[in-house]
């Protein structure tokens, strides 16, 4: 487990340190997961190396990895909280992702995003080279009951 200060904010990998009903609350009204159930949310939660972002005890930023921690990783749900934004925390939570020891050496680290393209590039990401070769199963209604 890993917890970085840069008082008066932290960012940390316990995973009992994250405020669950926080992440929900953002999650479900962020434009990747609108609705997505808060049991959904603990599941990946659970199988996910996850980036908590503290200001003091209150949570204000998250970011998880799904990794096999050998060749792959995915980034999913990262957010900082809106009255956080503009001081660096991005960056840092990206740098604290990227530095990581268990995300080191990895053959291909991906990510979707709408509109942080800028963020990312500093960090490494780019576009596919062969998008022709990405596939994927989209289910938009995963969070609608059956």
Not at 49 to 61: A, R, S, W, Y
Not at 72 to 88: C, K, N, P, T
Not at 122 to 128: N, P, V
Request: charged letters at 20%; a positive charge.
């Amino acid at each position: 487990m890993l917890t970085i200060d840069r008082h008066p904010y932290s960012i940390s990998t316990e995973k009992p340190r994250l405020d669950v009903q926080a992440i929900h609350a953002y999650l479900s009204r962020s434009y990747w997961s609108p609705g997505i159930p808060l049991e959904m949310v603990r599941r990946a939660i659970d199988h996910s190396l996850c980036f908590g972002v503290f200001h003091g005890p209150d949570q204000v930023g998250f970011a998880r990895v799904i990794t096999d921690q050998t060749t792959f990783a995915y980034l999913a749900d990262v957010y900082i909280l809106e009255s956080h934004r503009g001081r660096g925390l991005s960056k840092w939570l990206m740098e604290v992702i990227t530095g990581h020891a268990e995300l080191q050496g990895l053959r291909r680290f991906m990510l979707a995003t709408r509109d942080a393209h800028g963020l990312y590039r500093q960090f490494g990401f780019r576009e596919a080279a062969h998008p022709s070769r990405l596939m994927e199963i989209v289910n938009p209604n995963a969070y609608s009951a059956p």
